[in-house]
C-alpha cells in the first residue's frame, strides 16, 4: 500500500523540543480526563448537597454541555488570535479552579451557574489541545493523535477509580478542592513547558497561487464537516453506552449491579486500548483502512452488546464496540484541524460533543417506544454510517493535500 511506504519515508526522529512538547500535551489530555471524571463520581453528593430533584438536577447539567459548545467556536478563534499553547494553559487554569466551585452551591440554580464555567473551560481546553497537537502531529509525520486521545481515557480511568475510593470517607469539598490543587500543580509544571515551547508550523499549509495561505473553501468547510460527523457517531455511541449500558445489563439481561457496572468498565478498557495502538495501526494500515475496519468493527460489537442473550457476550460485545471506537474521534479531528486550524478542530470537536449529548436521551426515546436492546442498535447503525462516510471520502481532495489518507 503506497501510503505505508510513504509514512514511513517521512518518519524522523523528533527533536528534544518536539519530545517535550508531546509530553506537555499529553499531560494535559491526562489531566482533562482526570478532573471530569473526579467531577463526575461527586455527581450523586452534589445532588444530595443542594437537594435538588431529579429534572433540576438535569436542568443544571446542561450548564456543562451549554459552557462547551458555546466555547468551542469562540476557542477555535482564541487559538488563531493568541496561540493554541497560552489558550491551553490558561483553560487548565480555568478547569482547575472551577472543579472546586460545585460543593460550595447549595441550590440547583447555583450549580447550574457554575457548571456553566465548567464547561466553558472544558470546551475550550478541548478545542485548544487539539489544535495543538494537530499542529504536533504534522511536526512529527507520525499519526500520533490516538496517543493524545489514550491519555485522556487513562486520566479518566484513574480519576473516576481514585473517586470511587474516596467518595465513602471524604466529602465532596475535600475532593474536588485537591483535584483543583492537582490540576494547579500540572499546569504550572506542564504549562511551562507548553510556553516556551515555539507550535511547529503544520507541515504542508495550504497556499494560493501568489504563495500566501489560503482561506478554506466551501470544498474544504465541507471536508471538515464529513470528519465532523465522524466524530459525532463515535461520540454517540461513548454517551449511550455511558448512561445506558449497565442498564441494558441489569434490567433486560438480570446481572446483579456488580457485574452491570463492569459493562462501561469494558468498553473504556477497551477503547483506552485501541487508542494506546492506534498511531501503529495507522502507520502499518492508513487512515481509511483503520476507520472503516474500526466502525465496522464497532458496529458488529454493539450488535452482539445489544442482543446477546446473557451477560457474556454482551460484555463481550461492549469490549469490541470500544476496540472499534477508539480511533475514529482521534482521526477525524486531526483531519479536520489538519484542513482548517483551530477553527477545524472547533467544528469537528463541537458535532462530536453533540453527539456525546445526543446518544444518551435518544436512546431514552428509542426504549420508550421500542425497547431498550433495540434502541441500542442505533450505535451500530451510526458507527456503520461512520465507515460509509470514511470510505466515501477517503480520497476526496487528495490532489490537494484534503482527504483522508492526505499525509
Same mark, same amino acid.
Request: aromatic letters at 6%; glycine letters at 14%.
Given at each position: ?162 473517586? *470511587?475510593? +474516596? ?10 478542592? &485537591?483535584? $483543583? /490543587?492537582? @490540576?494547579?500543580? %500540572? =499546569? ?109 468493527? *464497532?458496529? +458488529? ?10 451477560? &457474556?457476550? $454482551? /460484555?463481550? @460485545?461492549?469490549? %469490541? =464496540? ?86
Amino acid at each position: 500500500m503506497p501510503l505505508i511506504n510513504k509514512t514511513r519515508r517521512q518518519h524522523v526522529a523528533p527533536g528534544p523540543d518536539l519530545v517535550r512538547l508531546r509530553v506537555a500535551l499529553t499531560a494535559f489530555f491526562a489531566l482533562d480526563g482526570f478532573l471530569f471524571a473526579g467531577w463526575v463520581v461527586r455527581i450523586p453528593a452534589i445532588k444530595q448537597q443542594t437537594g435538588a430533584s431529579a429534572s433540576d438536577l438535569g436542568l443544571a447539567l446542561l450548564g456543562v454541555s451549554a459552557g462547551a459548545v458555546v466555547t468551542m467556536t469562540l476557542t477555535g478563534r482564541l487559538c488563531r488570535r493568541y496561540g493554541s499553547h497560552p489558550v491551553t494553559v490558561a483553560c487548565a487554569v480555568l478547569l482547575s479552579l472551577s472543579i472546586a466551585l460545585p460543593p460550595l452551591t447549595h441550590s440547583a440554580l447555583a450549580l447550574g451557574t457554575v457548571l456553566l464555567l465548567f464547561g466553558a473551560a472544558y470546551g475550550g481546553i478541548s478545542v485548544a489541545f487539539n489544535s495543538a497537537a494537530v499542529d504536533l502531529v504534522a511536526a512529527l509525520r507520525r499519526p500520533v493523535m490516538p496517543s493524545f486521545h489514550a491519555a485522556f481515557s487513562l486520566g479518566g480511568m484513574v480519576g473516576a477509580g481514585l473517586g *470511587a475510593l +474516596v467518595a465513602g470517607s471524604v466529602s465532596p469539598t475535600v475532593h474536588l478542592w &485537591g483535584l $483543583a /490543587l492537582v @490540576g494547579l500543580v %500540572v =499546569t504550572a509544571v506542564a504549562g511551562r513547558t507548553l510556553l516556551r515551547c515555539d507550535p511547529p508550523a503544520p507541515a504542508r499549509p495550504a497556499r494560493t497561487a501568489s504563495g500566501s495561505p489560503a482561506r478554506p473553501d466551501g470544498r474544504t468547510r465541507a471536508l471538515v464537516v464529513v470528519f465532523g460527523l465522524i466524530a459525532l457517531c463515535t461520540a454517540y455511541g461513548e454517551g449511550a453506552l455511558a448512561d445506558w449500558g449497565a442498564l441494558h445489563l441489569e434490567e433486560d439481561l438480570g446481572a446483579s449491579p456488580g457485574t452491570a457496572a463492569l459493562g462501561y468498565s469494558c468498553f473504556a478498557l477497551a477503547m483506552t486500548a485501541g487508542r494506546l495502538s492506534g498511531t501503529t495501526l495507522l502507520e502499518r494500515l492508513g487512515r481509511t483502512p483503520t476507520l472503516v475496519v474500526g466502525g465496522a468493527t *464497532a458496529a +458488529v460489537g454493539m450488535l452482539l452488546g445489544a442482543l446477546a442473550p446473557s451477560v &457474556g457476550p $454482551a /460484555l463481550l @460485545g461492549y469490549a %469490541v =464496540t470500544g476496540l472499534g471506537l477508539a480511533n475514529l474521534f482521534p482521526v477525524a479531528v486531526e483531519r479536520a484541524g489538519a484542513l482548517a486550524g483551530p477553527g477545524g478542530v472547533a467544528t469537528a470537536s463541537t458535532l462530536g460533543y453533540g453527539g456525546m449529548l445526543l446518544g444518551p436521551p435518544a436512546i431514552g426515546f428509542m426504549a420508550d417506544w421500542f425497547s431498550l436492546p433495540a434502541a441500542l442498535t442505533s450505535v451500530a447503525a451510526l458507527a456503520a454510517v461512520a465507515t460509509v462516510i470514511a470510505f466515501a471520502t477517503r480520497r476526496a481532495g487528495t490532489d490537494r493535500g484534503e482527504g483522508i489518507e492526505a499525509v
